[in-house]
């Protein structure tokens, strides 16, 4: 089982690609939130990927990027973006895909990233 955190402020997105990610079998959405803080309290909840907006910023993005990779059992993350030229965006260990990505690209990138 995959566990994922989806942080992203768009209620309507978030409950979206939640719906979508629940449909892939072996993938869980433990954790759906409109707030970048509630990823530091995954302790009680094991979280292998993370997806989160960009529209956080990229400061709060690069905060939460370093805290995760700096943790003993960190997770994976997946930078959600809106438009393809910020595809470009550099955010160090951090994979970046379109919030537009349909399930199969979703599916394929999050099995791909939990597999490294």
Same mark, same amino acid.
């Given at each position: =089982?995959?566990?994922?955190?989806?942080?992203?402020?768009?209620?309507?997105?978030?409950?979206?690609?939640?719906?979508?990610?629940?449909? @892939?079998?072996?993938?869980?959405?433990?954790?759906?939130?409109?707030?970048?803080?509630?990823?530091?309290?995954?302790?009680? $909840?094991? @979280?292998?990927?993370?997806?989160?907006?960009?529209?956080?910023?990229?400061?709060?993005?690069? *905060?939460?990027?370093?805290?995760?990779?700096?943790?003993?059992?960190?997770?994976?993350?997946?930078?959600?973006?809106?438009?393809?030229? *910020?595809?470009?965006?550099?955010?160090?260990?951090?994979?970046? =895909?379109?919030?537009?990505?349909? #399930?199969? *690209?979703? *599916? $394929?990138?999050? #099995?791909?990233? @939990?597999?490294?």
């Amino acid at each position: =089982m995959i566990n994922i955190a989806i942080i992203d402020r768009n209620d309507t997105h978030r409950k979206s690609l939640k719906t979508i990610l629940e449909q @892939v079998e072996g993938f869980r959405v433990v954790l759906d939130s409109g707030d970048s803080s509630t990823l530091r309290n995954t302790a009680n $909840n094991p @979280v292998q990927v993370a997806l989160i907006d960009i529209g956080f910023g990229r400061e709060k993005c690069m *905060e939460l990027i370093s805290e995760a990779y700096g943790r003993d059992d960190f997770y994976k993350i997946i930078m959600l973006v809106m438009f393809r030229d *910020e595809l470009k965006l550099d955010f160090g260990k951090a994979g970046i =895909m379109l919030k537009s990505s349909d #399930k199969k *690209e979703f *599916e $394929n990138r999050i #099995k791909g990233i @939990v597999s490294v």
